[in-house]
């Protein structure tokens, strides 16, 4: 089957740095997007890697490396707002589905 | 009213109820999705309608019957449903299903249902 692993909890200090891992096993993808979700919120859309390397987008970097198959998501400068879940998910290239994790909570303590 | 909207937000439902649930999208998308999300687990992928034309059911079982009358309105119809159905229900659309880029997704804020 098609899963992506990643940690249920995560917690980091304000102003520090954090990573959060995903790992996948799947067959062809197009890429790996993240999303963010803060309580009682709709998953919003953060970044998409579509080759391997690093993206950037402010305070965000996501990275792929297919040869791996692992991703991750660096959150910088972290700020109380942050607090939220982060899912990664695959789109698969068989039929455009995205296929998600199931969520790492980050949790920022002052 | 912008983005994806919901309603209800919230809806407690016995198991031989009858409900809806709806979502609107004022984005002018022409893909549109349900979710299920539970406690820990992935989102669940229920169902997937592009240009009205519903293109993928993952196994839901029949008691959700969703439909679609136009590109910015897509319903989910509930019934005799069971307990383990509870969680929240999420809409989102894309501006298509393929393309030459990715199509990110929009929610909406969900139905938090509860059958009891």
């Known amino acids: 089957g098609q899963s992506l692993e990643q940690p249920s909890e995560v917690t980091a200090v304000e102003g520090a740095i954090v990573q959060i891992n995903c790992t996948y096993q799947?067959?062809?993808?197009?890429?790996l997007s993240w999303y963010q979700q803060h309580d009682g919120g709709a998953p919003t859309f953060l970044s998409y890697?579509?080759l391997d390397g690093l993206e950037e987008t402010g305070r965000f970097s996501s990275f792929l490396s297919r040869s791996d198959s692992y991703g991750y998501l660096l959150l910088q400068e972290l700020q109380m707002k942050d607090s939220a879940s982060y899912f990664c998910?695959?789109?698969?290239?068989?039929?455009?589905?995205?296929?998600w994790g199931a969520g790492t909570k980050l949790i920022i303590k002052p | 009213e912008t983005g994806v909207t919901q309603t209800p937000r919230h809806l407690v439902m016995g198991m031989t109820n009858k409900k809806s649930l709806k979502c609107e999208q004022h984005l002018g998308h022409n893909a549109m999705y349900w979710y299920k999300q539970s406690a820990k687990k992935p989102l669940e992928l229920m169902f997937v309608?592009?240009?009205?034309?519903?293109?993928e059911n993952n196994s839901v079982p029949s008691r959700f019957s969703p439909e679609c009358p136009n590109s910015s309105h897509l319903f989910l119809h509930l019934h005799t449903l069971q307990p383990e159905d509870s969680a929240l229900y999420l809409c989102a659309s894309s501006q298509d299903l393929v393309g030459s880029s990715y199509n990110e997704q929009f929610f909406g804020p969900g139905t938090r249902l509860t059958v009891l």
């Open positions: 890697n579509a």
């Open positions: 799947t067959s062809g993808f197009y890429g």
């Open positions: 309608y592009n240009f009205k034309e519903q293109t």
């Open positions: 998910a695959v789109l698969l290239d068989s039929n455009y589905q995205l296929i």
